[in-house]
């Protein structure tokens, strides 16, 4: 797909998305949308099973470097659980960075002591936990390949992954850089697998208006081939400690998400999470 800009974007050359279809979506305004018919909330306890990550994204908050990140033990995880489902929670939700790289030793040696090759295999071992504690388990485990997608949906209810956005931008450069790529081709493979699927766009980390259409109309685009996705997230960065950039305002926040509204379909929820963005400022965008 070649822009306006002259910039190409080859994560979308096999999904059918057009200028003129990224055009449309531009023109988007709230007033083109209505709210919804009525809002729904998940009870979940939240489960963030390791802050390594092999990515080093400059506006999050996450991940921990190699030395200080943590791994819960079996113990931990079903303390967890228990006093989610005590406190009437129904969903476990697993979340970490992307699978440790090399750099997490510890990480890695810990894994192997209690018995599992990968992170991966662990999570898949802790969602069994939470089925015996009685929690429906949703996992948020990085970019993953279509056989590691397939051993997860074995023993998850749901999963899901940020796209965050098609744009090669600069909050995601570094020596392991994420690229838009990756994040397509794990929806890709939830999609080929059949697990029902939560992704997203972040709004704020240096994309313009035309990436966030094109990222909209490429989960669009993926879902009409696999059906697979439930929900989408608009989210705002928000400053912090690695992040000085600034915060989107309302009007750039109503304004994402009523474009969202448009692209997908009306069985695709669209989720502004609540703890990071004014929420009421955007019920009227189809939230």
């Not at 979308?12 to 057009?18: Q, S």
């Amino acid at each position: 797909m070649q822009r306006a800009d002259g910039r190409v974007r080859g994560a979308l050359d096999d999904l059918g998305v057009t200028t003129g279809d990224v055009d449309r979506l531009c023109a988007v305004a709230p007033d083109d949308v209505a709210p919804a018919a009525h809002l729904s909330f998940a009870r979940n306890v939240f489960v963030p099973l390791t802050t390594a990550c092999r990515y080093t994204c400059t506006y999050c908050t996450y991940f921990d470097p190699p030395g200080e990140a943590s791994l819960m033990t079996r113990e931990d995880v079903r303390e967890v659980l228990e006093t989610g489902a005590d406190a009437g929670c129904t969903e476990a939700l697993f979340t970490f960075g992307d699978k440790p790289d090399d750099r997490y030793e510890a990480i890695h040696a810990r894994l192997d002591a209690w018995g599992h090759d990968s992170i991966h295999e662990y999570l898949h071992e802790m969602c069994e936990l939470a089925l015996d504690v009685g929690l429906l388990p949703h996992s948020n485990p990085g970019d993953l390949q279509r056989d590691e997608m397939a051993m997860l949906a074995e023993v998850n209810a749901s999963m899901g992954v940020m796209l965050e956005t098609t744009a090669d931008v600069d909050a995601h450069a570094g020596p392991r850089r994420k690229t838009p790529e990756q994040r397509l081709d794990t929806i890709r493979a939830a999609g080929e697998v059949g697990v029902p699927f939560t992704t997203g766009i972040l709004v704020g980390i240096g994309e313009d208006w035309e990436d966030r259409a094109e990222s909209l109309l490429a989960i669009r685009e993926l879902n009409e081939r696999y059906g697979h996705i439930q929900e989408v997230l608009v989210q705002p960065v928000v400053g912090n400690e690695r992040w000085n950039g600034p915060t989107p305002d309302a009007g750039t926040l109503r304004r994402a998400v009523a474009m969202a509204r448009v692209a997908l379909p009306e069985a695709v929820s669209i989720q502004v999470p609540p703890n990071l963005a004014p929420v009421r400022e955007v019920l009227d965008c189809g939230v």
